[in-house]
């Protein structure tokens, strides 16, 4: 599933040089950042193959 935000998200990753993967605080940082829904920016990283590791989870989550 292709969202208006992938490019958003993408670029957002690029410039905090996440690859493999993310921390909760960087989440939750980058939404605020780019105006992006966290949960889109999980979606994303599940969408991805490899997937991207969400690490951190301040609310247990995702491990």
Do not use: D, H
């Not at 208006?4 to 993967?21: H, L, P, S, V």
Request: hydrophobic residues 30%; aromatic residues 12%.
């Amino acid at each position: 599933m292709y969202t208006m935000n992938n490019e958003k998200i993408q670029k957002a990753f690029e410039a905090y040089g996440i690859e493999n993967e993310i921390t909760c605080p960087q989440v939750f940082e980058m939404s605020e950042k780019y105006s992006i829904p966290k949960m889109e920016i999980a979606r994303y990283c599940n969408q991805q193959e490899p997937r991207i590791k969400i690490r951190g989870c301040q609310l247990g989550c995702f491990k």
